[in-house]
């Protein structure tokens, strides 16, 4: 829903918008999107398979139907004027009740087909991998498009509606655009190869772990905020020679004997040779989530995902 408020400075905008909206090709609404997403028409172009001569003539054709330019051109480089920052916003949410529309009627007609995109962050694939695998050999004709990245970067693919959910350790949030909802619950744990003689252990100290050569992963992953707000409350610093934000490259470094690194016990996908051994501390455990947009038609396809995961989870 578009609330408008008259105090708002871009009141004007927001109204010339609504009254134009239904004027507007959704064609030009997506091509528009995808310029301002990649901020150069000619990929833009390439991207959505037409000519950029085409493309540039439907951007136009919308800048002319609103009155106001949505790119400024500098030379051969574009940069989102701030109606354009505004109408991004419209645009996708535009699209966005379009397909919703067309996959409510689907829902009607009970049509198990269709598209769902997940998200996931590396800590989750190995779930995310099971269930999709069930879910394929239960509804074959629901596509499935699967996104890895860090928390913070599926997060902003959740905003611009580029995914449908997301598995990750996000907390519940009072954010009204987001539905957080528990899967299970995982520890903060030492990661090391089993060949060491530390990986028998039942748990560990932050108090050992000092005396380890780490790799840790980067700023960009939640789990890596987390484990900093942890060594702060605990009064440890680590011993951590190298940042990476990769997860697979960081549990191929200590695959190979020499490192060690510290993740969420659920990490370990494809990687048997490793051990993950608790770390002894108040305060390690995280939610693993699965978050939904808030407000928006959430399809069947993607309910009866979701219910997969619960039941699995249930089973195990």
């Not at 109408?87 to 966005?96: D, F, Q, S």
């Not at 498009?145 to 902003?156: E, K, N, R």
């Not at 060690?260 to 040779?273: R, Y």
């Given at each position: 829903?578009?609330?408008?408020?008259?105090?708002?400075?871009?009141?004007?905008?927001?109204?010339?918008?609504?009254?134009?909206?239904?004027?507007?090709?959704?064609?030009?609404?997506k091509?528009?999107?995808?310029?301002?997403?990649l901020?150069?028409?000619?990929?833009?172009?390439?991207?959505?398979?037409?000519t950029?001569s085409?493309?540039?003539?439907q951007i136009?054709?919308?800048?002319?139907?609103?009155?106001?330019?949505?790119?400024?051109?500098?030379?051969?480089?574009?940069?989102?004027?701030?109606?354009g920052?505004?109408?991004?916003?419209?645009?996708?949410?535009?699209?966005?009740?379009?397909e919703?529309?067309?996959?409510?009627?689907?829902?009607?007609?009970?049509?198990?087909?269709?598209?769902?995109?997940?998200?996931?962050?590396?800590?989750?694939v190995?779930?995310?991998?099971?269930?999709?695998?069930e879910f394929?050999?239960?509804?074959?004709?629901?596509?499935i498009?699967?996104?890895?990245?860090?928390?913070?970067?599926l997060?902003?693919?959740m905003?611009?509606y580029?995914?449908?959910?997301?598995?990750s350790?996000?907390?519940?949030?009072?954010?009204?655009?987001?539905?957080?909802?528990?899967?299970?619950?995982?520890?903060?744990?030492l990661?090391?190869?089993?060949?060491?003689?530390?990986s028998?252990?039942?748990?560990?100290?932050f108090?050992?772990?000092?005396?380890?050569?780490?790799v840790?992963?980067?700023?960009?992953?939640s789990?890596?905020?987390?484990?900093?707000?942890t060594?702060?409350?605990n009064?440890v610093?680590?011993?951590?020679?190298?940042?990476?934000?990769?997860?697979?490259?960081?549990l191929?470094?200590?695959?190979?004997?020499?490192?060690?690194?510290?993740?969420?016990d659920?990490?370990?996908?494809?990687?048997?040779?490793?051990i993950a051994?608790?770390?002894?501390?108040?305060?390690?455990?995280?939610?693993?989530?699965?978050t939904?947009?808030?407000?928006?038609?959430?399809?069947?396809?993607?309910?009866?995902?979701?219910?997969?995961?619960?039941?699995?989870?249930?089973?195990?």
């Amino acid at each position: 829903m578009i609330c408008l408020d008259r105090n708002d400075r871009n009141f004007r905008f927001r109204i010339v918008f609504l009254q134009k909206l239904d004027k507007m090709e959704l064609r030009q609404l997506k091509y528009f999107v995808r310029a301002a997403e990649l901020l150069n028409f000619t990929h833009a172009a390439d991207e959505l398979f037409i000519t950029q001569s085409t493309l540039s003539h439907q951007i136009k054709e919308l800048e002319t139907s609103l009155n106001v330019f949505l790119f400024d051109r500098i030379g051969r480089r574009v940069k989102l004027t701030e109606s354009g920052e505004i109408m991004l916003e419209y645009a996708r949410k535009t699209i966005r009740q379009a397909e919703e529309g067309k996959q409510v009627l689907m829902d009607l007609n009970n049509l198990k087909t269709g598209k769902i995109i997940i998200g996931s962050t590396y800590g989750l694939v190995n779930l995310l991998l099971q269930s999709v695998t069930e879910f394929n050999e239960e509804f074959p004709d629901i596509q499935i498009q699967i996104v890895l990245g860090s928390t913070a970067d599926l997060m902003q693919k959740m905003r611009s509606y580029e995914i449908d959910c997301m598995l990750s350790f996000m907390p519940s949030t009072e954010d009204s655009q987001l539905d957080v909802m528990p899967l299970f619950s995982a520890n903060l744990s030492l990661i090391l190869h089993k060949s060491h003689s530390w990986s028998k252990l039942k748990k560990i100290t932050f108090q050992k772990i000092t005396e380890l050569p780490l790799v840790l992963p980067s700023q960009s992953y939640s789990v890596r905020n987390f484990l900093d707000e942890t060594l702060l409350k605990n009064n440890v610093k680590l011993n951590a020679k190298i940042e990476i934000n990769d997860i697979h490259s960081l549990l191929e470094l200590v695959n190979t004997r020499k490192w060690f690194t510290i993740l969420m016990d659920t990490s370990l996908f494809h990687f048997s040779e490793l051990i993950a051994v608790p770390i002894d501390s108040k305060n390690i455990t995280r939610e693993a989530t699965i978050t939904f947009p808030s407000g928006i038609y959430r399809k069947a396809s993607l309910v009866l995902f979701h219910n997969l995961i619960k039941k699995k989870l249930i089973q195990e």
